[in-house]
């Protein structure tokens, strides 16, 4: 932080700078930079050590984050050591918990980023502006995609899981999923695409339950048949709701998303 | 950002935005800087403390405007969609845009009008064109678009119908039609670059597109 710095040396040029909590508080006493070290040398001290400490701190969370994401992507909850989390990179102990008082604490930071990861990409379909139907395609293999290459993405979805039933974190963000894709499935309705008379809640809620139940059944270590699982998921389902006059186009649509998918998993760092 | 370079930015969107409505309403060569500074509520050394001429502010109403196109697009072609679908989609939002946003329109006048005079129609029509071309190499890859054919090429030919088509839209209707011409256009291109396995899907996806447009202005 090269701001602290100068206003450090401001403080030797112009004023004394009594620090608290690594927080900076302008006292209006004039003094020259020699007065000013000799009356308050540990005001100094602090601040350059506090200036480090807040750097270090800062600069640890996101990757904090990130390592808990890697493990929690491939173990149980339960079975997740913070050892191995603080190892991958090279903070102590200490150092998490002034950030993470938990391993809970450090689960629900996960899911948050995740989170944010999820409205992000999603932001992006959105913005293309397709179809109702087609939008509703696009942002199951989107997640499909992410939660196959990202760990952050996976990462929250098993936390979701496995620690969300406790604050009700999962009812919560499965209800807002549930209404974002509901408002979609409406449009869809009106331009068509979903046969009329279908609930565009009960559409949304299927779609829903359709993709946590292939994450169950199907395997995420598998990208290809992961995502011809999806695939039959949605050639089994979209005639339950889709307009038997625009089936042909919709099945061939999935067909298509499906190969992209697949192209984007067999290219390395994807 | 600090506070002094946000002000600061606020003060040039005031500038852009003021010389975006004058060159509307009275034409880029009846505007003088005097009339926009008026407009925009400022000194003129607040505007040539940005812009040091009124072509400077030309050229900056032509890179801003040709940006968004291009970050819509190119966020279109990273959507799941296979990439053939994404250019359709992407043209037509692109138009769409082009004439909806004020901005962007105005980029578009001025890029014509300086077309001829300055190396700004080269450096945006150029990083259409190899944008382009990234996407028909994808859509060959995919299967979509005819793997004998010149992805650069095609794209080059791509971007210069619908360009012409946007032309002749302004010229004889105002830009009314501009998404009619663009889709016809589209109508034609497809059989000339797509696969024949690709093109029925195709067609009938770029007749959802029309048809989704059609409903969305018939219903405003």
Redesign the interface.
């Known amino acids: 932080m090269p701001g602290l710095q100068q206003s450090v040396a401001k403080c030797l040029a112009e004023w004394v700078v009594p620090f608290s909590n690594g927080r900076i508080l302008l006292s209006p006493v004039c003094c020259g930079p020699e007065a000013c070290r000799h009356s308050f040398p540990d005001c100094w001290i602090e601040a350059v050590v506090t200036d480090q400490t807040d750097r270090r701190a800062d600069s640890a969370r996101a990757p904090l984050v990130r390592a808990a994401a890697q493990q929690f992507a491939h173990k149980p909850y339960s079975l997740v050591n913070l050892d191995d989390v603080v190892a991958a990179v090279d903070v102590t102990r200490g150092g998490m918990y002034f950030h993470f008082p938990s391993k809970q604490a450090l689960a629900i930071a996960v899911i948050d980023e995740a989170d944010k990861l999820g409205r992000e990409a999603a932001a992006g379909v959105l913005a293309s502006k397709l179809s109702g139907l087609e939008t509703l395609i696009d942002l199951s293999y989107l997640v499909a995609v992410l939660d196959l290459s990202d760990d952050m993405a996976r990462a929250g979805l098993y936390l979701l899981e496995s620690i969300g039933r406790a604050d009700g974190i999962e009812e919560r963000s499965l209800r807002e999923l549930v209404n974002a894709l509901s408002q979609i499935a409406r449009r869809a309705v009106d331009e068509g695409d979903i046969a009329a008379g279908r609930d565009p809640d009960d559409v949304a809620r299927l779609l829903v339950s359709m993709y946590i139940g292939v994450r169950h059944t199907s395997d995420l270590d598998a990208p290809r048949q992961f995502l011809l699982d999806i695939e039959k998921a949605w050639k089994l389902l979209l005639p339950g709701f889709a307009n038997p006059e625009r089936m042909g186009y919709l099945q061939q649509f999935v067909h298509r998303r499906t190969a992209v998918a697949l192209g984007k998993m067999t290219l390395p760092n994807c | 950002m600090t506070v002094r370079q946000a002000r600061s930015e606020v003060t040039r969107r005031k500038i852009i935005d003021a010389a975006v409505g004058l060159f509307n309403d009275v034409g880029y060569s009846n505007a003088g800087l005097g009339d926009i500074v008026e407009h925009a509520g400022l000194t003129k050394g607040a505007l040539y403390h940005h812009f040091s001429s009124k072509e400077a502010l030309a050229a900056a109403i032509i890179d801003e405007g040709s940006d968004i196109l291009l970050k819509?697009f190119q966020?279109?072609s990273?959507?799941?969609?296979?990439a053939l679908?994404s250019m359709i989609?992407g043209v037509l939002?692109v138009v769409e845009m082009a004439n909806t946003d004020k901005l962007v329109r105005m980029g578009a006048v001025l890029l014509r009008i300086f077309a001829k005079f300055s190396d700004l129609s080269t450096t945006n029509y150029g990083v259409w064109l190899a944008e382009m071309a990234t996407q028909v190499r994808r859509a060959q890859?995919?299967g979509d678009l005819r793997a004998e054919i010149d992805a650069q090429k095609a794209a080059d030919f791509i971007v210069s119908a619908l360009l012409g088509a946007e032309l002749i839209s302004n010229a004889l209707s105002g830009g009314a039609d501009v998404l009619e011409r663009v889709t016809e256009t589209w109508e034609l291109l497809l059989p000339a670059v797509a696969s024949e396995q690709s093109l029925p899907?195709l067609r009938?996806?770029l007749g959802?597109e029309s048809m989704?447009r059609h409903?969305r202005s018939a219903s405003t």
């Not at chain 2, 990273?78 to 296979?82: E, G, L, T």
């Open positions: 819509t966020s279109i990273r959507s799941p969609a296979p679908e989609h939002v890859s995919e899907y009938e996806y959802r989704r409903g």
